[in-house]
Nanobody, 122 residues
Framework: QVQLVESGGGLVQAGDSLRLSCAAS????????IHWFRQAPGKEREFIAA????????YYADFAKGRFTISRDNAKNTVYLQVNSLKPEDTATYYC???????????????WGQGTQVTVSS
């Protein structure tokens, strides 16, 4: 069964760093690209980054370059999103997602996790 489970969110202070995790069972099903998206209240769900299981190739949204880093541990079937220097504007629900290719349009993604909430206080 395809399953994506996010963890690592919480309430943090501005300037803190956070590492989110996505435990994914999708690799065996051929959905070999894992993505991170986020959605703030009243905003569209936006693409952050994606990574390929096998090659480790990464792709980032422009806004995410620098402070956001996506990585994976193939042995643990886990993908991570490291966020540094958190800002209040980063407050959102963060989702991992799986597909057979890099998909930047949230409406086209095949599989979603339930999300983990990140709240950044001033």
């Amino acid at each position: 069964q395809v399953q994506l489970v996010e963890s690592g969110g919480g309430l943090v202070q501005a300037g803190d760093s956070l590492r989110l995790s996505c435990a994914a069972s999708t690799r065996a099903f051929g959905y070999h690209v894992i993505h991170w998206f986020r959605q703030a209240p009243g905003k569209e769900r936006e693409f952050i980054a994606a990574i390929m299981w096998s090659r480790g190739l990464t792709y980032y949204a422009d806004f995410a370059k620098g402070r956001f880093t996506i990585s994976r541990d193939n042995a643990k079937n886990t993908v991570y999103l490291q966020v540094n220097s958190l800002k209040p504007e980063d407050t959102a629900t963060y989702y991992c997602a799986a597909d057979g290719e890099v998909v930047t349009n949230a409406n086209s993604v095949h599989y979603w996790g339930q999300g983990t909430q990140v709240t950044v206080s001033s």
